[in-house]
């Protein structure tokens, strides 16, 4: 596996594109968290109320909440890193390198795993980013800090780890399936965004809206911000929501290797 | 003689046509081995099976007489249509990825690279090459291995003709070192240049293997002219030994049987009276005798 790594930084290392998006989708999530700091802060001082409640108050990146809305803010973005592994994969359809790379010696299971460790070292990146950011952030806002407060939503980061990582297996596999970039990302966007959830919105049962994959990897992390409200929260990851969005990990590799033994490259 | 490849009844069916219909490919170890075919006779189709990239509908396979799809690969270098590289990467990156590929370190990237003439250019970005540098980028890549098997599909497409005698020169080079080449070509000349032996296909199926000196032994062309060439053609077409004449330019080609020399069919020229203004004795070529191996009635 390490060497198939190598072999896919190598495809990596001076490709403009794979750092353009990266750079833009850490800067985004830069961006976004400090925004609404900057937002809470502003409405603070204006002595503006969010039902009833001061929002410099709000401990949104205090530890141990940051951990949560750290990771759920993050994953609105999960769609730029899926777009790269989209282009990554279309363009060896288009480049005909992915036959080349068949036929220098890959088998194809060897270039499903090249592609698999490109697609576990982003979702690394991703979380390791999270944490350095969160600890940062959590340092500078949290008032009187508790050693033991800081890490205990810290089970989010795994959440955003496979949230991430099953995101992109499901790109690869539209990708591969589709073979035209335009396509693919057209395909991803709709589902994702648009047919999933509607087929959610409408079944009212929450078990079974559960196990579609977008919903599935939702789960993982559920919208935090309702807890202000004095709403009740899931403030952890299940066995139940982690084993679906797993099955779900497997599955699209299972596909994905289906498609690339069966096609004629 | 060892092969250094077998099919056994290798086919490969699409919705409505048979590409390649029951084959079996022998190649000698250390032949120059040129594919045949017109267009669209499954020459790629062959290829692409026996290189894993296309699915058998049925049929096997082997490479060095054993099973190991993967790891026989590795020892093959192998270009199959048009140059693959990543466009964005130098010719360096581009074979190092190659070499990774196949477990090999970097060292013979430059000896490749300077070996067709790209060493100039080694830094730059493949999308600025032009046709015949990708074309020899293909080369190297397929040289870089130092494979034991180089399969070839039509290599000099897109170079000049200076790059098409420096290819021809490699792959004698290859030859010369006791290293397998399979070569697909349409282009006749160049498979009686530097090939071996050979096979024809067509409509999937291999209707003709041989060796290439061979071709050239069997027959003789001869091409003759005179003053007046009517009278000409009734002897020509008089004459037993003969199987086939064929005006072109106003002159005419005579093909004579085996068994005939070209001074016998001087001397029956002669003791008729006709007293040539052009003789000349050709050998066959690889392309009179495909032609003609692709008219034969079972074969169309």
């Not at chain 2, 130098?90 to 590929?101: D, E, G, T, Y």
């Not at chain 2, 077409?237 to 005939?260: A, I, R, Y």
Request: with cysteine.
């Amino acid at each position: 596996m390490y060497n198939h790594f190598k072999t896919e930084i190598l495809k990596i290392r001076s490709y403009k594109t794979f750092w353009i998006i990266h750079i833009l989708y850490f800067a985004i999530i830069l961006l976004v968290i400090s925004g609404v700091k900057l937002l809470l802060n502003f409405l603070a001082e204006q002595g503006e109320k969010i039902e009833n409640i001061d929002p410099g108050a709000i401990p949104v990146f205090q530890f141990p909440d940051i951990w949560h809305n750290l990771t759920w803010i993050a994953g609105i973005f999960r769609i730029v890193p899926a777009i790269f592994i989209i282009i990554s994969i279309t363009n060896e359809i288009s480049y005909n390198t992915l036959r080349q790379n068949i036929i220098d010696g890959l088998s194809r299971k060897d270039f499903l795993r090249s592609k698999l460790s490109l697609i576990l070292f982003i979702s690394v990146l991703s979380t390791l980013y999270l944490f350095i950011l969160g600890l940062v952030m959590g340092l500078i806002n949290t008032g009187h800090i508790e050693t033991k407060y800081i890490f205990l939503y810290i089970p989010f980061l795994a959440g955003h780890f496979l949230e991430i990582f099953i995101y992109l297996l499901i790109a690869l596999f539209t990708g591969l399936w589709i073979s035209r970039a335009g396509l693919a990302m057209i395909l991803l966007l709709l589902y994702s965004y648009v047919i999933e959830p509607i087929v959610t919105f409408r079944i009212d049962s929450a078990l079974i809206s559960g196990f579609f994959p977008i919903k599935a990897i939702n789960n993982l992390i559920r919208f935090p911000f309702t807890k202000y409200a004095l709403r009740e929260v899931q403030d952890h990851l299940t066995w139940q929501d982690t084993g679906i969005a797993v099955f779900y990990a497997f599955l699209f590799i299972w596909l994905t290797y289906l498609i690339l033994r069966r096609r004629d490259l | 003689m060892k092969n250094i490849i077998s099919t056994d009844q290798l086919t490969k069916r699409y919705r409505n046509i048979t590409a390649v219909n029951h084959l079996d490919l022998e190649i000698p170890e250390h032949s120059v081995f040129g594919i045949l075919g017109p267009n669209g006779s499954g020459k790629t189709t062959t290829l692409g099976m026996i290189l894993d990239v296309i699915n058998p509908t049925s049929g096997t396979y082997s490479w060095f007489g054993n099973r190991n799809k993967k790891e026989n690969r590795k020892r093959i270098g192998s270009i199959l249509e048009s140059p693959a590289f990543y466009p964005y990467l130098s010719a360096v990156s581009n074979l190092k990825i190659v070499a990774r590929i196949k477990n090999r370190p970097y060292n013979n990237i430059d000896e490749v690279l300077s070996l067709v003439g790209l060493s100039g250019r080694k830094n730059d970005k493949y999308k600025t090459y032009s046709l015949g540098m990708k074309q020899r980028l293909a080369i190297a890549s397929a040289l870089l291995c130092d494979p034991s098997v180089l399969v070839l599909d039509e290599p000099t497409n897109g170079l000049d003709p200076q790059g098409i005698a420096e290819i021809r020169d490699i792959i004698k080079k290859l030859a010369d070192e006791k290293k397998t080449v399979i070569l697909a070509s349409h282009l006749l000349d160049e498979v009686q240049k530097v090939c071996t032996h050979f096979g024809v296909l067509n409509h999937g199926e291999l209707i003709y293997k041989g060796n290439v000196e061979e071709v050239s032994r069997d027959e003789h062309l001869v091409e003759v002219s005179t003053d007046d060439n009517n009278a000409l053609l009734k002897i020509l077409n008089d004459f037993p030994e003969q199987l086939g004449v064929k005006e072109e330019n106003g002159k005419f080609n005579v093909m004579l049987k085996p068994s005939v020399s070209v001074s016998d069919f001087s001397r029956y020229l002669y003791e008729q009276g006709i007293f040539p203004t052009h003789l000349l004795t050709k050998r066959k070529n690889l392309e009179q005798q495909f032609l003609e191996i692709l008219n034969q009635p079972e074969n169309v």
